[in-house]
Each structure stands twice: as structure tokens, then as C-alpha cells.
């Protein structure tokens, strides 16, 4: 019997301008304590047999069904990609999770980390992170998130120009990559594999005085759902303004000591934040009020990920600034919780438990 801790960071996406392009791994980790036997064992359905803690005070129920649960359904994709039907050994995995789901921290990116991360461990397959990173694309098809839970730091994120053979590859259905149980999940099917090289990143540097204050309210906005808001086209201006505020995100963010006025240039958005302010109430009024001039301590705020969760970075005054935020969203009858961050540097790590 061995045993194992796959540890994976969540994350915030976008850091304001960088839509689908930058991602910043948060302390807050996803854990799976793992055992593995040598033998497969008849008794678990596929091998597995899972359980789960809850730390995140979601309502949402996760399955226990390695063929539905996201993250074993994800291990068993990588497993299929090379020939291994189920886990190939007799395997426990018991999930920690203290991270909200559906709340814009990441849950459904760091999810799919841990699961080719377990995948990968269980059928001894070797495989770089640069290579998982191929497979999270499969799945979740922004780059932010994911780089961010795998590589770990403030990361800027691209997808390389695919040959139109690889494009095809790549948009296949995602029912298709990970079919549904009713679809039969061991038909014997092998799965898509994903292009070599998709995905890329890069990090940035991080000023160590900055720190990330998560206000994240009580309810959920799916990702898809809050995407579905989102425009086909932009205007030529609101391009050139984000792209402005992308190029001088990292420096701002990377320069210590921290320049308050240029980090709260460096945060504003015109491609997401707008539209989906239909889903979050409240979210215009705290955009706008809270800003380096009305609140010291404060460097910049935005949406994290797709929301509805508050991201504000600041150097003090943290409890300050969150109890302003949750003021404001208490006005629309909504509560919060939040946490106080730090980036996780070292993004997803396997070790001897
Ligand atoms: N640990 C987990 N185990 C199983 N399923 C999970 C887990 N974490 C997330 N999920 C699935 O992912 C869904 C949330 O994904 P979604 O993309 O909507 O939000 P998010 O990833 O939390 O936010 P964002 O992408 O904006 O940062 C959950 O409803 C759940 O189905
Ligand atoms: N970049 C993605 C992140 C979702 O977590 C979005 O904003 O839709």
C-alpha cells in the first residue's frame, strides 16, 4: 500500500483586463489523500472508491460515482488517453475541499488539476505538467485558471495557433472527451487526445507586500452562465483599453514597493466586468467606490474569475476593506464570508503522506 497528497491551489482569473489570459494561484488548496494497493480490487466500481469533506460551505452536492465525480472522471480521461480502462489499481481517494464552488475562485480549474494530477500518479504515466496542462485544456478551455492551479504564482496564460487538423481535435464536444455515465463511460471508447503544446504560461513577478482579500457571497453564478453575457465583438476602444491595462498589469503588480494609483489603473476592464454586472448586484457600486483614494490599504478590486466573489488587493487595513465590501452586497440582502489570501507560488504539488 502507498499513499499520497495531491495538493492543488484555486485561483482567480482575469485580475481585472486579463480576460482568459491571467490567473493568479490563491492559498486556499484543494487536497486528495490518496491510497493506492497494489492490487485492482473487484469490489469498487473502476477501482475507486471516493469521500469527501466539505470545507466550503457550498449546498451543491458532489458525487461519490468515480464516473461522475469531476475530478475521478478527469483521472479516468488521462487513464483512457493511455489504454488503463479504470485505475488500475485498488484506489482511495479522500477529497478535502475547502473551496466555494461556482463562486469565481477557481473550483472547477483546480478540480481538473487534481484530477490529471491523480490520473497521472495512479497509472504511473509520467507525464510534465506541461503535457497535463494539453489534457486541462480538453476540458476547461481557458488557459488561466488551470495554469495558475498547476504551475502555481501570477501567471500570463496564451494557446498556441493551432493546424486545422488540431483545431477540429480540439473543439470536440466535451461530452465527447468526458461522456456522461448514460453514455457509458467503459464502452471501450478511447477518447480525443489533446495537441501537443496547446497551452503556454509565463509568470510574473509578485510583489510580496500585496495580498488578496476574497468577499465572496452566498450564491453561485455558473461559469457558463456568466459567460453567456458576454458580447461576440467589442469595440475597437474597449480592446485598446484593456489591452492598455493588460500590458501594464504585471509590472504593476510585480513592483515593490506597490504604486497604489498605478495598480488600480492597471485592474480596470471594459471586456467582462460590465456585462456581468447584470449577475452580481452591487457589483458597480463596489467597483466604483472602493478605490485607492477612499480606502487606504486598498491597491485594486475587481471581479475574481467569473464571479460574483470580490477580489481586492491591499497592502493593510484588510479586515477594513472587506467589511466595506460586505456592506455594500448586504444592502441587496446578500451575505458573504471572506479570506484573506496570499498567491500559492508553488502551484500543485505530490508528496508521501
Ligand atoms: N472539488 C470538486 N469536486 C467535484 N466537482 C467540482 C469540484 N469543484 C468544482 N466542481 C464542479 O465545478 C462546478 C463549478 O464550476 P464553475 O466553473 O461554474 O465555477 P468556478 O470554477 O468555481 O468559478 P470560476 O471558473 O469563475 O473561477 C461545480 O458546480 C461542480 O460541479
Ligand atoms: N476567464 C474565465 C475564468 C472563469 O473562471 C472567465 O472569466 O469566464
Given at each position: 500500500?502507498?499513499?499520497?497528497?495531491?495538493?492543488?491551489?484555486?485561483?482567480?482569473?482575469?485580475?481585472?483586463?486579463?480576460?482568459?489570459?491571467?490567473?493568479?494561484?490563491?492559498?486556499?488548496?484543494?487536497?486528495?489523500?490518496?491510497?493506492v494497493?497494489?492490487?485492482p480490487?473487484?469490489?469498487?466500481?473502476l477501482n475507486c472508491?471516493?469521500?469527501?469533506?466539505?470545507?466550503?460551505?457550498?449546498?451543491?452536492?458532489?458525487?461519490?460515482?468515480p464516473?461522475?465525480?469531476?475530478?475521478t472522471r478527469v483521472a479516468l480521461y488521462l487513464l483512457r488517453c493511455h489504454d488503463q480502462r479504470a485505475f488500475p489499481v485498488e484506489t482511495?481517494?479522500?477529497?478535502?475541499?475547502?473551496?466555494?464552488?461556482?463562486?469565481?475562485?477557481?473550483?472547477?480549474?483546480?478540480?481538473?488539476?487534481?484530477g490529471v494530477?491523480l490520473g497521472n500518479e495512479v497509472g504511473k504515466l509520467g507525464l510534465?505538467?506541461?503535457?497535463?496542462?494539453?489534457y486541462?485544456?480538453?476540458?476547461?478551455?481557458?488557459?488561466?485558471?488551470?495554469?495558475?492551479?498547476?504551475?502555481?504564482?501570477?501567471?500570463?496564460?496564451?494557446?498556441?495557433?493551432?493546424?486545422?487538423?488540431?483545431?477540429?481535435?480540439?473543439?470536440?464536444?466535451?461530452?465527447?472527451?468526458?461522456?456522461?455515465?448514460?453514455?457509458?463511460i467503459d464502452?471501450g471508447f478511447t477518447p480525443?487526445e489533446?495537441?501537443?503544446?496547446?497551452?503556454?504560461?509565463?509568470?510574473?513577478?509578485?510583489?510580496?507586500?500585496?495580498?488578496?482579500?476574497?468577499?465572496?457571497?452566498?450564491?453561485?453564478?455558473?461559469?457558463?452562465?456568466?459567460?453567456?453575457?458576454?458580447?461576440?465583438?467589442?469595440?475597437?476602444?474597449?480592446?485598446?483599453?484593456?489591452?492598455?491595462?493588460?500590458?501594464?498589469?504585471?509590472?504593476?503588480?510585480?513592483?515593490?514597493?506597490?504604486?497604489?494609483?498605478?495598480?488600480?489603473?492597471?485592474?480596470?476592464?471594459?471586456?467582462?466586468?460590465?456585462?456581468?454586472?447584470?449577475?452580481?448586484?452591487?457589483?458597480?457600486?463596489?467597483?466604483?467606490?472602493?478605490?485607492?483614494?477612499?480606502?487606504?490599504?486598498?491597491?485594486?478590486?475587481?471581479?475574481?474569475?467569473?464571479?460574483?466573489?470580490?477580489?481586492?488587493?491591499?497592502?493593510?487595513?484588510?479586515?477594513?476593506?472587506?467589511?466595506?465590501?460586505?456592506?455594500?452586497?448586504?444592502?441587496?440582502?446578500?451575505?458573504?464570508?471572506?479570506?484573506?489570501?496570499?498567491?500559492?507560488?508553488?502551484?500543485?504539488?505530490?508528496?508521501?503522506?
Amino acid at each position: 500500500m502507498t499513499s499520497f497528497v495531491i495538493r492543488t491551489p484555486c485561483s482567480s482569473a482575469n485580475i481585472g483586463p486579463g480576460f482568459d489570459v491571467i490567473g493568479l494561484a490563491l492559498s486556499l488548496h484543494l487536497e486528495l489523500h490518496v491510497t493506492v494497493d497494489s492490487k485492482p480490487s473487484s469490489d469498487l466500481p473502476l477501482n475507486c472508491a471516493i469521500t469527501y469533506e466539505d470545507q466550503s460551505k457550498s449546498t451543491e452536492q458532489i458525487s461519490l460515482d468515480p464516473e461522475v465525480n469531476l475530478i475521478t472522471r478527469v483521472a479516468l480521461y488521462l487513464l483512457r488517453c493511455h489504454d488503463q480502462r479504470a485505475f488500475p489499481v485498488e484506489t482511495k481517494v479522500h477529497i478535502i475541499n475547502p473551496i466555494p464552488l461556482g463562486r469565481g475562485l477557481g473550483s472547477s480549474g483546480t478540480a481538473v488539476v487534481a484530477g490529471v494530477m491523480l490520473g497521472n500518479e495512479v497509472g504511473k504515466l509520467g507525464l510534465s505538467k506541461e503535457r497535463l496542462l494539453d489534457y486541462c485544456l480538453m476540458i476547461e478551455r481557458h488557459p488561466d485558471n488551470v495554469a495558475a492551479s498547476l504551475f502555481g504564482g501570477f501567471v500570463g496564460t496564451y494557446l498556441n495557433e493551432l493546424k486545422p487538423e488540431d483545431v477540429a481535435r480540439k473543439e470536440i464536444p466535451l461530452s465527447e472527451v468526458l461522456p456522461a455515465p448514460a453514455g457509458g463511460i467503459d464502452t471501450g471508447f478511447t477518447p480525443p487526445e489533446p495537441p501537443l503544446g496547446i497551452g503556454h504560461y509565463r509568470k510574473f513577478n509578485w510583489a510580496p507586500e500585496i495580498k488578496a482579500i476574497a468577499i465572496i457571497p452566498d450564491f453561485v453564478v455558473p461559469t457558463a452562465n456568466a459567460r453567456n453575457v458576454l458580447p461576440e465583438n467589442y469595440s475597437r476602444a474597449d480592446v485598446v483599453f484593456n489591452l492598455q491595462r493588460a500590458a501594464l498589469l504585471p509590472a504593476a503588480l510585480g513592483t515593490s514597493p506597490p504604486d497604489p494609483d498605478m495598480i488600480f489603473l492597471a485592474m480596470q476592464d471594459k471586456v467582462h466586468q460590465p456585462y456581468r454586472k447584470t449577475l452580481i448586484p452591487g457589483l458597480t457600486e463596489i467597483l466604483q467606490f472602493m478605490t485607492p483614494a477612499t480606502q487606504p490599504g486598498l491597491l485594486g478590486i475587481c471581479l475574481s474569475g467569473a464571479g460574483p466573489t470580490i477580489l481586492a488587493l491591499a497592502t493593510d487595513r484588510f479586515t477594513e476593506i472587506a467589511d466595506r465590501i460586505i456592506a455594500q452586497f448586504a444592502t441587496n440582502n446578500i451575505t458573504c464570508q471572506w479570506k484573506l489570501l496570499e498567491p500559492a507560488h508553488a502551484g500543485t504539488t505530490v508528496s508521501p503522506n
